[in-house]
């Protein structure tokens, strides 16, 4: 089955810019999508179709894809934006079978 | 404003069934899909399906095949999740989620935690 690698930690101290990576081998043809959870709530979209930030989400966050790689930016992280971010795509079959990233949780100290 | 409001948590023994409801408002329900995602306790999110509101059309993850039916009622902009032959290892938070365009989950329900004990 397809998968979304992401590493399981990062660590920054705030202002400083966080990089979050995604990699899969059907992202060339498919939009990655960032959610951020903080703990006991729901996700939230911060990033959709690799790029674009929803209204209301700041614009520190920022997203890029290249390849088989997508990447989150948090440029000058907060403190509030400690939390556990995944990414999200959908494989390559006509199914369009959706797949969520294993989550990296973000420190912020 | 789009909202989706769950039923609230249940409590299955392992082989019994849950049925999660998920109401929608705020927008035209018919045109957009739900998606249904679950999370097991200190894990990850998981997705476990997606419906059309507007045809019926849906996608299972292969894991559940055989245990799960998601259905709408458009009648009353309800989308459901069923699951059946509960264990253990169904033991989660799930959610729904508005499935829109490019394939975006932009707006969640609040989660719906179902425990399966014996």
């Known amino acids: 089955s397809y998968e979304l690698t992401q590493p399981p930690s990062v660590s920054v101290s705030p202002g400083q810019t966080a990089r979050i990576t995604c990699s899969g081998d059907?992202?060339?043809?498919?939009?990655v999508f960032w959610y951020q959870q903080k703990s006991g709530q729901a996700p939230v979209l911060v990033i959709y179709?690799?790029?674009k930030r929803p209204s209301g989400i700041p614009e520190r966050f920022s997203g890029s894809s290249s390849g088989t790689m997508a990447t989150l930016t948090i440029s000058g992280a907060q403190v509030e934006d400690e939390a556990d971010y995944y990414c999200y795509s959908t494989d390559s079959s006509g199914n369009q079978e959706g797949v969520f990233g294993g989550g990296t949780k973000l420190t912020v100290l | 404003q789009v909202q989706l409001v769950q039923s609230g948590a249940e409590v299955k023994k392992p082989g019994a069934s849950v049925k999660v409801s998920c109401k929608a408002s705020?927008?035209?329900?018919?045109?957009?899909?739900v998606s249904w995602v679950r999370q097991a306790p200190g894990q990850g999110l998981e997705w476990m399906g997606w419906?059309?509101?507007?045809?019926?059309?849906?996608t299972y993850t292969q894991k559940l095949l055989g245990r799960v039916t998601m259905t709408t009622d458009t009648s009353t902009n309800t989308a459901y999740m069923e699951l059946r032959s509960l264990r253990s290892d169904d033991t989660a938070v799930y959610y729904c989620?508005?499935?829109?365009?490019?394939?975006?989950?932009?707006?969640w329900g609040q989660g719906t935690l179902v425990t399966v004990s014996s």
């Open positions: 419906i059309s509101a507007h045809t019926g059309d849906k």
């Open positions: 059907a992202l060339p043809k498919k939009y």
């Open positions: 179709a690799d790029t």
């Open positions: 705020g927008y035209s329900f018919t045109d957009y899909g």
């Open positions: 989620a508005r499935d829109g365009a490019e394939k975006v989950l932009d707006y």
